[in-house]
Every structure is written in C-alpha cells, then in structure tokens.
C-alpha cells in the first residue's frame, strides 16, 4: 500500500518531467503540415463545381459520355485536363454558332 510519502515522491517526479518536457519543447513550435500536391483526379460532385454546375447534371454528362471519366476500383474520377477540354468544346461551339 502506497503511503502518503510515497504519493509525494510521485507527484514531485511527475512534476519535473513535466518540467523538463516543457523546457525541450517550447508550446508555440507545432510541426508546419506538408502543402499537399494540386490532385490530378477530381470527384464528379468537384467537377461540376469547378464547371459552376450541379452534381445531377455533372453525373448526366459522365453518363453520356460528353465529360471523360476514369474508374478506380468502384470511384468514378474527372481528370482536370477532361474538365478543360469539356469547357474549351463548349466555347468553341458557342463561338461557332455565334459566327453562323
């Protein structure tokens, strides 16, 4: 059975790890997160906000085939390069019929 010195002895060793823990480790200094690398691949739902349109009608035009996707296991993704190409068809066939 611990007696009540024995508590003090423990407390007061506690106290001077916690002390020297402290002093190795000033609280300010966080470890600075790694920037993550621009993603390649974008979810449906992010492709069509990236277009300024809505999940519905970005699901419709992977569906037709208007929007090119990729699977990955049971994920549908939209390379960015495909979100590009989909918007410059689509000023290119504006500027056609406004030519016309």
Same mark, same amino acid.
């Given at each position: 059975?611990a #007696?009540a010195n024995d508590?003090?002895?423990l407390?007061?060793g @506690?106290? +001077? @790890?916690a002390?020297? *823990?402290?002093a190795? /480790?000033?609280?300010?200094a +966080?470890? #600075?997160p &790694?920037? *993550?690398p621009?993603? %390649?691949? *974008?979810t %449906?739902?992010e492709?069509?906000e /990236?277009l300024? !349109?809505?999940r #519905?009608t970005?699901?419709?035009l992977? /569906?037709?085939?208007e929007l +090119?996707? =990729? &699977? !990955?296991g049971r994920l549908r &993704? !939209?390379s %960015?390069?495909? !979100?590009?190409e989909?918007a410059? &068809? @689509? =000023?290119?066939?504006s ?6």
């Amino acid at each position: 059975m611990a #007696t009540a010195n024995d508590i003090a002895q423990l407390a007061a060793g @506690l106290a +001077q @790890l916690a002390e020297r *823990l402290a002093a190795q /480790r000033p609280d300010d200094a +966080q470890p #600075t997160p &790694r920037p *993550l690398p621009p993603r %390649v691949l *974008l979810t %449906v739902e992010e492709a069509g906000e /990236r277009l300024g !349109i809505g999940r #519905t009608t970005a699901y419709s035009l992977v /569906r037709s085939g208007e929007l +090119q996707s =990729v &699977r !990955i296991g049971r994920l549908r &993704r !939209i390379s %960015v390069s495909a !979100i590009d190409e989909f918007a410059a &068809r @689509l =000023v290119a066939e504006s500027s056609g019929k406004a030519a016309a």
